[in-house]
C-alpha cells in the first residue's frame, strides 16, 4: 500500500519516535471499528484510580498474576503483521495487544509503559487526539521548587489512522500523556516483550 512515512522536520519529538500517517485505510478502519465494537472491554485502575478509559487486552496483560488473557483475535492478525513489516519485527515479537476505548472526556494520564514490554506501536481509530512527552523521572529524585510543576517536552498529533512508534529514547528516557479527547476514539496498541528486565527501570 503507498504509505509513507512523515517526515518530522518541524516536530520536536525524542529519538526512536516514529510516526506515519494515513497508515490505514478509511475502509480498513472501518472493519476494525466494527470489530471492536464486539469487543469485551473492562475497566482500567492504574494507583488505585479508576481510569475513564476502557481497556481489553490480548496475549498478555500488564499484571502478570491478572486472570488468564485471551489469545490475539484474528481480526488483530493483519494490522500486527502490517505494523511489523514497518517496524522491521517479527509479528510474533508484537505479543501484546491492547485496544483502549475513549470516551469523549477520557484522557490518559503522564505514565511510562510497564517495563516488561519493549518496543510500543499504537493506531488511532475515529477522532485523532495529542499525546505529549516528557522525561521519566523515577519517583522521589526530582524535586520542583514551590509554584513549580513539570511540563510537557514534546507534543505531537496522531491523527486517525495513523501509526506510532516508540522504540529507543522516546520509549525509554520519556513518559507520555494524552488530554481529554472530545470525540470517541479507539486505540490499538501492540508491545514487544523485553528477554530481561533492568530493576532499575520499575
Not at 16 to 21: E, L, V
Not at 75 to 84: H, N, S, T
Not at 112 to 132: E, F, I, N, W
Amino acid at each position: 500500500m503507498p504509505h509513507w512515512d512523515v517526515p518530522l522536520f518541524d516536530v520536536d519529538v525524542p529519538d526512536g519516535f516514529r510516526y506515519r500517517d494515513d497508515f490505514i485505510t478509511e475502509e480498513e478502519e472501518a472493519r476494525l471499528a466494527a470489530e471492536i465494537g464486539r469487543v469485551e472491554f473492562s475497566t482500567f485502575e492504574m494507583r488505585g484510580v479508576v481510569a475513564r478509559r476502557r481497556v481489553a487486552f490480548f496475549g498478555r496483560s500488564y499484571d502478570s498474576g491478572r486472570a488468564s488473557t485471551p489469545p490475539m483475535p484474528p481480526f488483530l492478525l493483519p494490522l500486527r503483521e502490517q505494523i511489523a513489516v514497518w517496524a522491521n519485527v517479527e509479528a510474533d515479537a508484537f505479543e501484546m495487544a491492547l485496544i483502549n476505548e475513549y470516551g469523549p472526556g477520557a484522557p490518559i494520564g503522564w505514565h511510562r509503559d510497564a517495563p516488561q514490554y519493549g518496543v510500543v506501536a499504537g493506531v488511532s481509530l475515529l477522532s485523532s487526539c495529542t499525546m505529549k512527552l516528557r522525561p521519566y523521572v523515577r519517583s522521589g529524585t526530582h524535586t520542583l521548587a514551590a509554584g513549580q510543576r513539570r511540563i510537557a517536552t514534546h507534543s505531537i498529533r496522531l491523527e486517525r489512522r495513523s501509526l506510532y512508534l516508540m522504540a529507543g529514547e522516546s520509549r525509554d528516557a520519556y513518559e507520555h500523556h494524552i488530554p481529554a479527547v472530545s470525540m470517541l476514539r479507539y486505540s490499538i496498541t501492540f508491545r514487544t516483550v523485553r528477554q530481561t528486565v533492568d530493576p532499575q527501570r520499575r
